[in-house]
């Protein structure tokens, strides 16, 4: 409502106003007009932001549609108000957009960027933060001028990806990543969202890779202790545990896990 009357009534000081109520979710305005002047509907939506966001703490986008002639081609200018709008997904709230400037790749050129992919996972592998952060930075930008669906799409492979390198390393893998929670963020967020989860990735990684390294040298350790002790009529599993000061079942199962042969 406030965005609604503010906005129209400063538009009606260039032109005829008219809200449409189509049940969506936006505000929609037909503008009527003799001349055509996207330089003060511009400004005019500016004020409006300006003025919503001081006095009602809300901030909003724009999305403007191509200009017709015939009423009949109305909706044609309509879903260019949609595509429009849709930038916002790429430059936050607070932004406006004409579907006259809206430009994007073609859509045999919107391909799913699997060298940066790759060398993201490979980042994550080798625990490398800067050049997660750079290969993330590469893979977002390939995708900005793809259509929004396009984009969410390949955001969505790209965490499948992730997904079946943190699983096979019995990572936690964090919930949330679906179409419809990253339809309601932008660009910038799900970016620094994704360089967190790297991140996060890269000190479970370490800690798993600490953790088997120290067993590989307890199980270095018991090898060693088997081939001193080898004709010691003491030799047990019993005398080995006591020896890595471990218990027999634990001392058993990294053996085996390790080894692939029963202690």
Known sequence: YILQNVTAELLSMEMTVLHIDLYFPDVILLLNFDEWKPEAVTQRIREAQQFVEKHYRITFSAGIGEMVEDPEDLSVSFVSAQEALSQRFLTGSGSIHTGETLQLAPVSEQLYPYEL?????GAVKALNPSAVESCTK????????YHIDQILSFILQLSASLQRLECSNYMDSPGGWDYKTLEGSTLADIQEEMVKRCG???EQLAK???????????????????EENIYNPNLSVVYLADNVHLSVNYLRNIFKEGTGTSL
């Not at 992919?117 to 996972?121: G, I, K, V």
């Not at 590469?138 to 001028?145: C, E, H, K, Q, V």
């Open 208 to 226: 798993i890779r600490e953790a088997s390294s120290g067993k590989k040298e307890q199980i270095s350790q018991i090898i060693r202790l088997v």
């Open 117 to 121: 992919a790759d060398a993201l996972l």
């Open 138 to 145: 590469s893979f977002f930008d390939t995708l900005r001028g």
């Open 200 to 202: 996060n990735d890269i």
